[in-house]
């Protein structure tokens, strides 16, 4: 039996986030924020931590630098019940940081890669990685180091007969170039969300990029912030409204919506149920400041979800 429900390899960063900033900052001036809070951070660690929580057994390859930011990272990690077992700590990098400005509906952010600029194929301990039954990779354009050699990643997890899931994030250079096609072939699951599903396959809806993309994977779900999410598998689209929660923080919240959804994935549950507990993680996510500060047990979830009686798929 395998070790791990699923194994993230993935970049890993603090994110300092500036709450509720006066106006947008501009050049020559400075502005107030009215909070702030330094958290773990990155896409692929908030998952880690947010899948955890809910009860999966959750193994982590990425690499940190050997500073307080990455001693804050595996203390978050190990303190969410991640294993830590597949992380290199680097003397020569610094760990990455992440300046997140928040504002009422939105956020702006900033960048120092650090050691995920680094991070590369040749990092990945192969036999920590078969311990998984599942592998899930996010930021594909963040990781600049690991694109070249995502491909052979996922092929070689499939050899391993692992199955596999993938939010490949925004692109900073909205390039969108065609390399993510060569992942993609090897996708179980794939969890963009609308402007990097549209920009990816150069589609000019929803739908046209589910017919492109469900080509490729089995299943397809493209995450539109309040307006909840769509998906496509085997054939059928379904669509879900997103839940009504007081929102502080957006950030995270598509992390938190692939937690939710392949916690009831891996334990092979209808496909309706992965929408509705990604649905409600998400929603959960923006209620507090920082990606993993809301998230839920899964009793938590079951308590959440039974106190949302209102019908939330759209027929
Ligand atoms: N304001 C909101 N109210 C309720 N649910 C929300 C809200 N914003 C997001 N969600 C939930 O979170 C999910 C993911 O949000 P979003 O579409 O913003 O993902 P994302 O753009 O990938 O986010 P991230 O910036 O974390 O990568 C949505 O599909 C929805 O289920
Ligand atoms: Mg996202």
């Not at 590369?120 to 690991?146: E, T």
Request: hydrophobic share 40%; with cysteine; glycine share 8%.
């Amino acid at each position: 039996m395998a070790e791990f429900d699923a194994v993230v390899v993935g970049e890993l960063n603090v994110d300092l986030i500036l709450q509720d900033v006066s106006s947008f900052p501009e050049m020559g001036t400075e502005k107030i924020a009215k909070d702030m809070a330094l958290t773990m951070g990155s896409a692929s660690a908030i998952l880690a931590s947010n899948l955890a929580h809910l009860g999966a057994k959750v193994g982590f390859i990425g690499k940190l630098g050997q500073d307080p930011f990455g001693e804050i990272i595996l203390d978050t990690l190990k303190d969410h019940g991640v294993d830590c077992g597949g992380i290199q700590r680097d003397e020569t990098a610094r760990t990455g940081v992440t300046v997140s400005m928040t504002f009422p509906s939105n956020y702006a952010m900033v960048t120092y890669m650090g050691a995920m600029e680094s991070f590369s194929l040749h990092d990945i301990d192969f036999s920590y990685l078969s311990k998984g039954r599942h592998l899930h990779l996010s930021s594909f354009y963040l990781q600049p180091g690991l694109r070249p050699g995502c491909a052979e990643l996922f092929r070689q997890a499939k050899e391993a007969h692992l199955t596999t899931s993938f939010d490949p994030g925004w692109d900073p250079q909205e390039e969108w170039k065609a390399d993510i096609q060569e992942v993609l072939k090897l996708v179980d699951v794939f969890l963009p969300n609308e402007q990097e599903a549209l920009n990816i396959s150069s589609s000019r809806t929803v739908r046209e990029a589910l017919d492109q993309m469900d080509r490729t994977c089995q299943v397809v779900i493209i995450k539109q912030g309040e307006q909840g999410a769509i998906g496509r598998i085997n054939g059928e689209t379904i669509k879900i409204r997103a839940f009504e929660v007081e929102s502080v923080d957006t950030t995270g919240a598509g992390d938190s919506f692939n937690a939710g959804f392949l916690f009831e994935w891996l334990r092979d549950s209808e496909i309706r149920q992965c929408l509705k507990a990604g649905n409600a993680c998400g929603a959960l996510a923006t209620t507090k400041m920082g990606g993993s500060t809301a998230s839920p047990s899964k009793k938590e979830l079951d308590e959440f979800l039974a106190s949302k009686t209102d019908e939330i798929f759209v027929h």
